[in-house]
């Protein structure tokens, strides 16, 4: 099972730039090209969240239009960019969610491996939230007698990662609730799935792993100072590939880069001797 993770799109009405400088409908299309050709292909694609910048339906149309290329099946979770109800109405079949639900919270069955889809937006507001509600849905859902191994997939982590203006507006309201939920199941979360962050970040929270993804168009700057300003670099986009290991029964993350670099050059002569 291989899953990608793509995050963070940011796409704009027009293809208008992002911040008046990312490309970011042509970074979406060069991103489902890069997942198109991948040898073995993903299983299926899950966009963590900010589909749209504004989260208007003439953004979520655009979105829709570029991924009418993707070849794989794909799955959806907003993320603060976004907005509810319009990201529901255009993308209805990537959230599979439960008849009368209020929140995109969602379970994919996935073979060996469950994934949990969770809605962290709170509309209106950069950081995250977790309402009692979904909270109550994520335990039903973990108690639901299905045993298998399961990764969450949520927008805003819950932690804070050193930089500063990302950490005001990470996961906040719920996030005890939550930890004290994933910790209890914590043998059979095999991670938590984040985005947000814009850069690869990996640490251990509530006794599982929880991994953020870079995304696919600009990057979060890398500054760990107190008073660090807000601002983006463009840093090359990547995505995650998360590929359950039915062997070893483990969950491992690589991470893909959206553009091709010189490579790949052999180790080895055609005599099979290490080229020195
Ligand atoms: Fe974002």
Redesign the pocket.
Same mark, same amino acid.
């Given at each position: 099972m291989l899953i990608a993770q793509l995050? !963070? /799109? =940011?796409i704009g009405v027009g293809r208008r730039l992002a911040y008046r400088k990312v490309d970011t409908a042509t970074a979406l299309e060069r991103a489902v090209a890069r997942v198109n050709a991948m040898v073995p292909r993903p299983d299926m694609v899950v966009f963590t %969240? !900010?589909i749209g910048d504004l989260g208007t339906p003439d953004e979520y149309a655009l979105v829709k239009d570029i991924l009418r290329d993707l070849d794989v099946p794909f799955y959806m979770i907003p %993320?603060? =960019?976004d907005q509810r109800a319009p990201l529901r109405a255009a993308f209805a079949d990537a959230m599979p969610i439960e008849d009368g639900g209020a929140f995109i919270n969602y379970v994919v069955d996935a073979g060996p491996v469950r994934l949990i889809a969770l809605d962290s937006l709170d509309e209106g507001r950069p950081e995250g939230k977790l309402c009692s509600a979904r909270l109550d849905w994520l335990e039903r859902t973990l108690h639901d007698g299905d045993d298998r191994p399961c990764v969450l997939f949520v =927008?805003h982590p819950p932690v804070a990662v050193g930089i500063k203006h990302m950490d005001d507006q990470r996961l906040l309201s719920g996030a005890e609730t939550f930890a004290q939920i994933v910790l209890a199941h914590k043998d059979r979360i095999q991670a938590i799935m984040c %985005? #947000? /962050? #814009?850069r690869p970040i990996h640490t251990r929270w509530a006794g599982v792993p929880l991994i953020v993804a870079p995304?696919i168009a600009h990057q979060v700057a890398l500054d760990l100072r107190d008073d660090g300003p807000s601002a983006f670099t463009m840093e090359p986009p990547a995505m995650h590939l998360h590929r359950w290991d039915e062997k070893q029964q483990c969950l491992l993350t690589h991470l893909a880069y959206v553009d091709q670099y010189d490579g790949p050059h052999p180790f080895f002569d055609e005599n099979g001797r290490l080229i020195v």
């Open positions: 995050t !963070d /799109l =940011h %969240g !900010d %993320g603060n =960019h =927008h %985005g #947000h /962050l #814009h995304s």
